[in-house]
Structure formats: C-alpha cells, structure tokens
C-alpha cells in the first residue's frame, strides 16, 4: 500500500490492507464501525466558517434588539408612568408573534432560499430600531415589540438550516453554540456601552446605534451571503450516514405527529425553561438590580454584563464539550442531553440561592451563573433535534421547537409584573417570583435529564419520499 499517510491513522490502514491481502478481513464488523464513525467523514468548508461568522453577528443583533428594552426599563416605565403590570405587558408582547412566525416562517426554511429569508428579516428588524425612539405611548411601545418579535421570531431556525447546509453532524455543537456567543458575547459586549448612551443620551440613542450596526452588518452579508455550498461550487454536506434513518420533506399534517412525542415535548418544555428566564432577564433583571439591590453605575453595568459573559463562555464551552463527547461515543445522551439536563438543574438551585443570600457578591455570583447554565439547552436542542429529524425538516422541528418553548416568554414578564405589583413590597413580590421560576426550572430539568432517550434504531422515523402538499 502508498506510503502517503503517516502517524496511527495509516497504520490502520495498512493493517486493514494486510488483513485484506490474508483473507482475514471482516467486511460486515468493518462497515458497522464506518457506520458508527460516520460522523467523522464529512469535511467542514473554510467557507462555513464565514457563514457561521454571518450568523454569529446575527445573533447578536437579535439578541441585542431583545435587552435594549430591559436596559431603558427605569427610565421608559418613569417617562410612560407604568406600573409593574403595564410593563410586564410590554416585556411580553415582543413574543406575542414570535411564536407564530416562528412556525410559520421557520418551517419555510427547510424550502426557501436562506439567504433571502435572513436578509429581509435583517431588514425588517433595521426598520423597528429605527421607528422605536419616535414612539411616544405605551400602545405604540408595544406595537413596536410586537413586529420586532414577529421579525426575529424565524431566526433560530433559519440559523440551524443554514448550519444544517454548511456543516457535517459532528460540527452541529460548535456550529449552534457560536451562534448562542455571539447572542450573549454580544449582549454582554453591548450592555455596558447601551447603558452609558442612556444615561448621558437617553434611551432612544441605544436604538440608533445598535440600527446603525445592524444596517452595516446587513450589507455585508447581502455582499458575502451564499445559501449552501453549491453556490461556490461545493458538493452538499452530507448528514448522515446509513445509521440514521431518513425522514424526507413532507406536510404538516404527516409531520405533526411526531411532535408529540416525550422526547419532543420535554425538550420544549426544558427549553421553555431557558426562554422565561431569557425574558425575565431582559425584561426584570436591569430594573431588580437598580430598584431593589440598589445597584448603580459601574456595580450595574457589572451586574448587567457578567451573566452574558458568563453564558458566551457556557455556550461555546459546553458545545465543544458536547461535540469532543459526541464524536467519541456517538450517543446523543451522552454527549448532549445529561449535560443540558445537568445544566438547568444548576440554574434552578442559583435561581433560588440569588434570592435568598444577603452579600453583593454572592448575589451577582448566582445571578450570573444562572442564565448561562440555562442557556446550554438553547445551543444543544438543535443538535438534539437532528437526531430525532433529518435535515430536509429540521426547519420544521426546530421552528415548533422555538415557537412552542419561546411562548413562556409570553408568560413571564407577566408573571413577574403580576406579582412584583400585588405583593407588600416589590422586593418580596422579585422573591416570589424568583422562587417559582426555581421550582418549576427544577422540575423540568429533572423530567428531561431523565426521560429524553433517542429511539432505538427500528424505532427512529423512517418515511418514504412523499410529495410535500
């Protein structure tokens, strides 16, 4: 056999070529490892990592757009004269349509050409940053949330189609966890700066800026952007392997049923855990730490930024973790749903001990590691996802999957407004709802560390080529 290669890997294979040559060699033991080790086999393009570069920066942007509000909520609630309850209102509205587009639109991008989709939606989110500080009542405030949510609401799935097109299965945990950095390394980036133009500028200034990189970034990826591989004359990444079965393009009435299973529905609700924690952290946070601990300039902005920067360092930690266990064991539990599981179990216990310790410290500690341990399952679902649906309706999946663990979003502000209004004080009202959101965290995190099981393989969707109606 040539001598081209070096190291183990060519001696394997001169001791496979040898055991071929003696008649010693076992085609069926050999082809069942090629099948476990399938995932190895795809090559990532170097131009993957420019479009997962795109993605970063516009997960950023979307994240960003997100806190904006939370970060204006003392000086918005005193120049609106809101109450707690009218500005949970205004924290919910932004998902009152994320939800449905998420559906509606993510589905869309198993079909349509990604690029386009990202650049009008892109737009569409540039109009409402720039539309936002000309609004002068709580009605247009939340008209502004609403169509900014609906806007944003397909971008999570549209991202894991894009990274379904432009990356190999065992790159998905880099992949989804970069686009995860760039959501929270960019807020933690943002907040101190955004933070700082309020207080010498005003809210509205926060807006302009974050419009003005939104319209560069824009024009790059309008510029650089391509829809898959085969746009510079590149083969498709091939997913999977003979292992996996494969679930072609087909309806939403054939496709509905398997979003009924355990596994689906406890990693939405494991994920719902993540997103009402996103909103109240959007939402709640700022204002709980000026009106309550009584933070102020640099203890703020540090209060502020440090759970951002804490869950960027999560997302892309624990996604190399996931994807280095993956690719030695090829479990899916494994390497992806004990660590998640594990993960929001975490969150829960800081949720409550934030709440119930006396020392500064201590408090932005715990507050700080919540969200990030949290968020793993944002990063890890949609790898999770692929083992369960192939690439032709991961748009599907993973939109319902946002939709439906997003709605929680809805809910939370209002929760939270609800309690902090009704409550003695408002401290005790944070107090409560801080220890429901534990609770409940804690309850879900267990249900899917120890419930979610991929099928076996007789058992995992397998659909013959159908007409998509």
Known sequence: MPQILKGSFSSRLEKIWAQIRQGEFDLKHFAERVGKAGIYMSRTPKYSWIILLFLVLSGMINQVDKIIIGLASVPLMKEFDLSPSQWGVVGSSFFWFFTFSSIILGGMADSKNTKKMLTWMSLAWLVIQFTTPFVSSLSGLVLTRMILGAGEGPAPALSTAIIGKWFPKHRHGIGFGAVLLGTTG????ASPILISLIEDYGWRSAFVAMGIIGLIILVLWMI?????PQ???LPPIQQESQQFSVLSKISWRQFLPYLLSKNFILTVMCGGCAYWLLSVQ???FPAYFTKIERFDGTLLKLAVSLPFIFAALCQIGFA?????????TGDIRKARINLAGLMMVLSALCIFLAN????????????????GFAYVILSLAPAILMEFFSTHNIGKAQGTFIALASSTSI??????GYL????????VGYGYAFKVSSLGMLIIGLLFWGFVRPAKQNHRINIAEEHVL
């Open 420 to 427: 902090i209004q009704n409550a003695a004080t408002e401290a």
């Open 320 to 328: 190399l973790v996931s994807d280095r266990l993956y690719r030695k």
């Open 356 to 371: 119930v310790v006396s020392s500064t410290s201590m408090v932005i500690l715990f507050f700080t590691l919540a969200p």
């Open 282 to 284: 959007a939402v709640w």
């Open 411 to 416: 809910i939370a502000p209002l929760v939270f």
């Open 231 to 233: 746009e510079i004359g």
């Open 224 to 228: 650089f952007g391509k829809d898959s």
């Open 186 to 189: 960019g807020s933690a980036i």
